[in-house]
């Protein structure tokens, strides 16, 4: 018969102690979490830029269509809905009884966090006085 295993002093235990265990799974828990919300906020991240480029497109849009028109007919106007983008508000300021004329297109959006926009202003002059 054999005689019972005694532990020598230099022996070392084989496998993961549960307390090494569970700092890995909160290791790991950490990494994943992390990973989820960056990539949550360069989603939210990649939708407020397309949105600022859809708007700056209208409000460009609506700067050409006031350039073509009459300096008479130049008149505030707004908040409409623009036909093709219905989330986009665009409104016009005319700084009336100038020669020349300050035109502010303004759109505004719902974005995360409440409503955003931007303005972009130009001179009209009526060269037909002169």
Do not use: C
């Amino acid at each position: 018969m054999e005689a019972p295993k005694t532990r020598s002093p230099n022996h070392v235990p084989k496998g993961f102690t549960l307390l090494e265990v569970l700092i890995a799974a909160v290791v790991l828990t950490a990494g994943v979490v992390a990973i989820m919300w960056a990539f949550n906020t360069g989603l939210y991240a990649t939708t407020d830029v397309e949105n600022v480029d859809l708007a700056l497109n209208i409000a460009q849009a609506k700067m050409e269509e006031i350039k073509n028109s009459a300096f008479a007919d130049l008149a505030d106007s707004g908040p409409t809905a623009d036909p093709d983008f219905p989330r986009f508000l665009t409104t016009v300021n005319v700084a009336e009884g100038q020669n020349p004329m300050q035109v502010d297109v303004t759109v505004n959006w719902d974005a995360k966090g409440g409503q955003t926009g931007f303005t972009l202003s130009t001179l009209i002059a009526d060269y037909s006085t002169q």
